[in-house]
């Protein structure tokens, strides 16, 4: 049974720092770009970072652009979300999700294959 497992998430004071992870169970991330969302309350869910498979490239939206960072351990089949200076209004579930290929293409949610159940990240003082 395929599963993605997130982790990491938390209470945090704004201008902190959170890791969150994504661990793949019963697939090989050496396959699979990986997506990470968000979805605040009332909000639609966003993506936020996607990496290639090789680690080699990454993106990322603009509004976590230079304080979040994306990352990869393909041997632990894991993907990692490094979020620095967080502000209130990244608070929100981070979902990781797995779409087979190479690279990234976007964040429709049509193109990923599988969802983890997400992990709360709630930025307040």
């Known amino acids: 049974q395929v599963q993605l497992v997130e982790s990491g998430g938390g209470l945090v004071q704004p201008g902190g720092s959170l890791r969150v992870s994504c661990a793949a169970y019963?697939?090989?991330?050496?396959?699979?770009?990986i997506g990470w969302f968000r979805q605040a309350p009332g909000k639609e869910r966003e993506g936020v970072s996607c990496i290639s498979t090789s680690g080699g490239s990454t993106d990322y939206a603009d509004s976590v652009l230079g304080r979040f960072t994306i990352s990869r351990d393909n041997a632990k089949n894991t993907v990692y979300l490094q979020m620095n200076s967080l502000k209130p209004e990244d608070t929100a579930i981070y979902y990781c999700?797995?779409?087979?290929?190479?690279?990234?293409?976007?964040?429709?949610?049509?193109?990923?294959?599988?969802w983890g159940r997400g992990t709360q990240v709630t930025v307040s003082s």
């Open positions: 999700a797995a779409a087979y290929g190479p690279s990234c293409q976007g964040y429709a949610p049509y193109l990923y294959h599988y």
């Open positions: 019963g697939l090989s991330l050496d396959y699979y770009v």
